[in-house]
Nanobody, 130 residues
């Protein structure tokens, strides 16, 4: 069983930066893809970024060039560096891990969707407002 804990959320002005962390325990972290998803009030959950066990990175078009996902396997932690934040980035951000090592999320048309049985963290709130 993998446990995930997100941290690093907060309130920031437009143009500002935040770094989210997703700390994992309970599995061989280096063998897992880790994804970030977000959900704004009244909206569906959406894909943000994913980093594969190999280190490959994929981003939603809406965050490409502004967000960077990275991982430190020695610390069992994945980071999401968010720069040039916009009000539309306001959401609860969740990290997720597929239940099976060396597998990833569902890929379709440039985006990733969660599997039915992924592990999830509790989420961290990001608010971008002036």
């Amino acid at each position: 069983q993998v446990q995930l804990v997100e941290s690093g959320g907060g309130s920031v002005q437009p143009g500002g930066s935040l770094r989210l962390s997703c700390a994992a325990s309970g599995g061989t972290f280096s063998r897992y893809a880790v994804g970030w998803f977000r959900q704004a009030p009244g909206k569906e959950r959406e894909f943000v970024a994913v980093i594969m066990w190999s280190g490959g990175e994929y981003y939603a078009d809406s965050v490409k060039g502004r967000f960077t996902i990275s991982r430190d396997n020695a610390k069992n932690t994945v980071y999401l560096q968010m720069n040039s934040l916009k009000p539309e980035d306001t959401a609860v951000y969740y990290c997720a891990v597929p239940r099976t090592a060396l597998t990833t999320f569902i890929y379709y048309n440039g985006n990733f969707s969660p599997n039915e049985d992924d592990y999830w963290g509790q989420g961290t709130q990001v608010t971008v407002s002036s």
